[in-house]
């Protein structure tokens, strides 16, 4: 094991250069893009422990809120809309939605905005971020499936969890916004 250990970190050299997905396939590019960020991927999964505080269909609707607001930032970003603060407010993103994982008994009147402009925001970057291809369509449907996806992923083990646990997890996620 120890021989094999200091090798652990040279896989993720694979993914050091930008683009190595872009040119092949714009559904894989879409699928792997919010996995590959650990603010998209911290902000997707957040959300639906975010649902998990909610009983019945009313703990799907942070996951819809978010999916819908970011494909249409998404249509913002591959347009090319000049958004300010986008990398600046997907921090922001993480940040405060470690303090919404923490605060209790939030109405869904008031998350579901924030939830809406975060979705946004990263949809926005999404779009940015986008492989110059012919068919952006393949990508958007890409990351939607995989957004929705960490959405349900934080939503299942929300459920599993005691609500202390995912409380806890909205601190870790306010730290991380800091180490961002």
């Known amino acids: 094991m120890r021989k094999f250990l200091p090798f652990v970190g040279l896989a993720s050299f694979?993914?050091?250069h930008p683009g190595h997905f872009h040119g092949v396939n714009p559904f894989n590019s879409g699928l792997i893009h919010p996995l590959t960020g650990l603010d998209h991927l911290s902000v997707m999964v957040a959300v639906g422990l975010l649902g998990s505080y909610y009983a019945g269909k009313k703990a799907f609707l942070p996951a819809l809120t978010f999916v819908s607001f970011m494909?249409?930032?998404s249509i913002l970003g591959l347009l090319g809309v000049s958004v300010p603060f986008v990398e600046s407010?997907?921090?922001l993103s993480v940040a405060l939605m470690g303090i919404l994982l923490f605060a209790?008994?939030?109405k869904l009147s008031y998350v579901l905005?924030?939830?809406?402009i975060f979705g946004i925001l990263h949809g926005v970057a999404h779009g940015y971020e986008a492989p110059q291809t012919l068919?952006?369509?393949?990508y958007v449907l890409g990351f939607v499936l995989s957004t929705a996806a960490l959405h349900f992923t934080g939503l299942l083990f929300g459920k599993a969890l005691k609500e202390k646990l995912v409380r806890v997890s909205g601190l870790l996620l306010l730290a991380l916004a800091f180490l961002l």
């Not at 905005?113 to 809406?116: E, S, W």
């Not at 068919?135 to 393949?138: A, K, S």
């Open 14 to 16: 694979a993914f050091a």
């Open 71 to 73: 494909t249409l930032g």
């Open 89 to 91: 407010g997907i921090i």
């Open 104 to 106: 209790k008994d939030l």
């Open 113 to 116: 905005p924030l939830i809406g």
């Open 135 to 138: 068919h952006p369509v393949y």
